[in-house]
């Protein structure tokens, strides 16, 4: 079965230092991998997504991931926290096996500070 | 860009009455599908739909629920009569044809069964 653990429940940073959000990942496949961002009453929006091309892999508003294999990781950094990242974030996994099913974590939220 | 839209926002309903919630996907796609999230809770599949039948449901997903794609557009979910335990918001998705494909997500609609 797949699942993806997400190990910090709330992050919180100073605007203009580095963002890192955890995610572990476990899956029986070839996973694609995905973070989605979920703004105060907004809907989920794709930030990155992870197919099995290049480990590192560059989304929107400066957000990239690294998947490793050999950590079964897929961590989201940001360079320079921005005060409008602060939301929900969530890693994700699919199941290749069920219409790309969708299997969630539980999500963490980032604060930015001033 | 192209959006899944979900209406209404916000709808509240007295248990044991009937709603349907609505979705329009993205027109070129194919794969339809409702998640839920209750509140402080994680985001949970609830069905997928391709080629006018259910493709895949999860035990959530009992004879109270029943989803429709009465025409052309529209992707509906349908709760027969309502619990308490209903109240969620409720995300419609959508995807294109392509085994990588992402869902994209609508904004939502918050249930609140009173």
């Known amino acids: 079965a797949q699942s993806v653990t997400q190990l910090d429940s709330h992050v919180s940073v100073s605007e203009g230092t580095p963002v890192l959000l955890r995610c572990n990942y476990s899956?029986?496949?070839?996973?694609?991998l995905f973070w989605y961002v979920q703004h105060p009453n907004k809907g989920l929006q794709l930030l990155l997504k992870y197919t099995s091309a290049a480990t590192l892999v560059k989304g929107i508003n400066g957000f990239e991931a690294e998947f490793k294999k050999s950590e079964t990781s897929f961590h989201l950094t940001k360079p320079s926290a921005h005060m409008s990242d602060a939301a929900e974030y969530f890693c994700v996994v699919s199941d290749p096996r069920s219409f790309q099913k969708l299997v969630f974590g539980t999500g963490t939220r980032l604060l930015v500070s001033p | 860009e192209p959006e899944v839209t979900q209406t209404p926002s916000h709808q509240v309903t007295q248990m044991g009455q009937e709603v349907i919630l609505r979705c329009v996907p993205i027109?070129?796609?194919?794969?339809f599908y409702w998640y839920r999230q209750i509140l402080g809770q994680k985001v949970e599949f609830l069905v997928s739909f391709y080629n006018n039948e259910i493709s895949e449901k999860s035990e959530i997903f009992d004879d109270q629920f029943s989803v429709e794609r009465p025409d052309g557009s529209n992707f509906t979910l349908k709760i027969r009569s309502t619990k308490l335990e209903d109240s969620a918001m409720y995300f419609c998705a959508s995807r294109a044809t392509g085994g990588n494909s992402p869902l994209h997500f609508g904004n939502g609609t918050r249930l609140t069964v009173t």
């Open positions: 899956s029986s496949y070839s996973p694609s």
């Open positions: 027109s070129n796609h194919l794969y």
